[in-house]
């Protein structure tokens, strides 16, 4: 998280507060926790791009409107420009991982929507990992059919999303509305995710099936140890792999659910309904590391 927009409300108007891209809590809240426990999975296969960008802050998901959709959209528009800044100064033609959570997978989607899908990049993408922001079943059959669901793990030029929930829990944000931002000849308009089937690709079985994905395919989650609990400024550590700790299913309504984890530390960042959203990378840490070197080895043979 670098820089956000807050939408507060008073009696009078809605404004808009901006925070410093330079914010000491937001950079320390980036570098000692979102790096270590998702970004470092593809550090394995890849060269790592994580630009800071003006993220909107939760306030735009619990009252959405005019206010909170223009914060979507300078986030949005940060993103779109690093994102082609990176492509025309960075890659020298090399293929890339598209890769994302939570509001970044938001603004993801847009971006394949609207300069993926219309240029060469489509070819040159690996695959696009989106998870934490329920992907519209209605967008895949429309702005995003050129774009198939990975279904095997070493399928590539193919899309991943899941959002994990507890088995015994269940989709109930009652406080959250999310919407997705919908492209059309009017200028664009967007819609609550609410009611919408969402999609799901298991990280244990890399399969949109329905099928348990047992234990065994578990290969290792993982949490972010800090030295002194609220204490961001301090070096932090990932925890010892568990293995072989939590099954996996997508369920009909586009939800990954698992069996409950060992360790409590999964229950930190817990959200409504058994919502393990802060956890969707490092719950399938190993899996994740190592099927992106699958997905790299295939593509390179591919050319």
Not at 81 to 99: C, K, N, Q, S, W
Not at 105 to 123: F, P
Not at 210 to 237: E, M, Q, W
Not at 250 to 273: E, H, Q
């Amino acid at each position: 998280m670098a820089e956000g927009w807050r939408a507060m409300n008073t009696r009078r108007t809605k404004m808009l507060i901006a925070i410093a891209i330079g914010n000491v809590i937001a950079n320390r809240f980036l570098e000692n926790l979102v790096v270590p426990s998702q970004t470092s999975v593809f550090n394995g296969c890849c060269r790592i791009f994580a630009p800071r960008y003006r993220q909107a802050t939760f306030s735009v998901f619990v009252d959405p409107g005019p206010s909170g959709r223009l914060a979507l959209q300078t986030a949005y528009g940060d993103v779109r420009r690093a994102f082609e800044h990176y492509m025309a100064v960075d890659t020298d033609g090399r293929p890339f991982i598209l890769a994302s959570h939570s509001q970044g997978t938001l603004h993801a989607i847009r971006l394949l929507e609207e300069v993926i899908a219309n240029a060469d990049y489509r070819g040159r993408m690996v695959a696009a990992y989106l998870p934490g922001f329920s992907l519209p079943e209605d967008k895949r059959k429309t702005t995003l059919d050129w774009l198939r669901l990975c279904a095997a793990e070493d399928s590539v030029r193919c899309l991943i999303a899941w959002d994990t929930y507890d088995m015994k829990g269940g989709e109930k944000r009652a406080t959250i509305r999310d919407e997705h931002y919908y492209a059309d000849a009017k200028g664009g308009r967007w819609e609550p995710h609410s009611g919408k089937i969402g999609t799901c690709v298991n990280p244990l079985s890399w399969s949109p099936e329905l099928a348990l994905a047992g234990k065994d395919r578990h290969k290792g989650a993982t949490y972010v140890v800090l030295p002194g609990i609220g204490n961001l400024s301090l070096t932090p550590k990932l925890a010892p792999l568990a293995k072989n700790d939590i099954s996996a299913r997508c369920g009909k309504d586009g939800i990954l659910y698992i069996s409950t984890p060992s360790s409590p530390a999964y229950k930190i960042g817990m959200m409504a309904g058994k919502w393990y959203h802060n956890h969707d990378y490092n719950l399938f840490y190993t899996n994740i590391r190592e099927n992106a070197i699958v997905r790299v080895n295939d593509y390179l043979e591919l050319e």
